[in-house]
């Protein structure tokens, strides 16, 4: 990571998307800037807690970016993800995505040789991911384990080092938050939490061209994400589809019906977030059928 660039740290870490904080950092736009992340083992008492209900992961911020105004397209660059050697996970009566309601326990675990370390020498090859990160939303507050048009907790596992996020800018500065970082999550996150862990993350945004869409969306890896959110996972899926389809349309100038075919064919749908209130879903396509790129985003 960057030695120089402009950090802000634990102290900083809110619950809440929050538009009226005051910034901890202001930065340039393109500029480097680093924000370190606590987790469910930060303050030291989990090992020895036996009442899980309060844990919450918050999330670290909000950075002011130079010159961003609402309605402003923003790329978000994250360039590293750095963790410590060791996660939290949470199970809660009433939560999660099975059938028959599951205790209350908690696990710490090792992560080692890039991997994480489950009792019985299960071994779980690391994806290190943000879980929560986006702008500050317009006239409101939502809690930081929220997911929205602002992204927010998105749980979705594409964004990993290298990854570029596009979100639109709701308030004067952008004001970003990033925090909930994790060894390794699959789609979902069924039973609450995934490996979660405290680290760091180097992150930059600019303003880049208006799409056809406000985003949230994700280019990593050679695919496009798009994510969708609601109170149902229908929903969700509908919202992401529906903004799949505008970009591809943007970009082929194809009517619903072919653009439809195409995405059946060719897209994967599938569930970021299912065990919080409200749901998350994405759609994921490979970049090459995209004629051109409907965004300016993170180049290789």
Known sequence: MTATAPHAGFLHARTEFDPAARP??????????LLEARSLLTDGTFETATDFRGAAIPVTGPVAIADVRPGDLLRIDVHEIRLADRGGMVTLPGRGGFGEPLEMAGLVVPVRDGHACFPDDVLVPIRPMIGKIGVAPAGESPNSSTVGRYGGNMDCRDVIAGASLFVTAQVDGGLLYAGDLHAVQGDGECSLTAVEMEGAVELSVRIVRPGPVRGPVVFAEGRMVVIGDGETLDEAATLALDETMAI?????????ERTAMLLSAAADVSVTQLVNARKGVKVSLDERYLLTC???RKED
């Not at 901890?24 to 800037?33: A, D, I, N, P, S």
């Open 248 to 256: 591809l349309r943007a970009d082929r100038g194809w009517t619903r």
């Open 24 to 33: 901890v950092l202001r930065v340039r736009q393109g500029e480097r800037f």
């Open 294 to 296: 409907p965004f300016e």
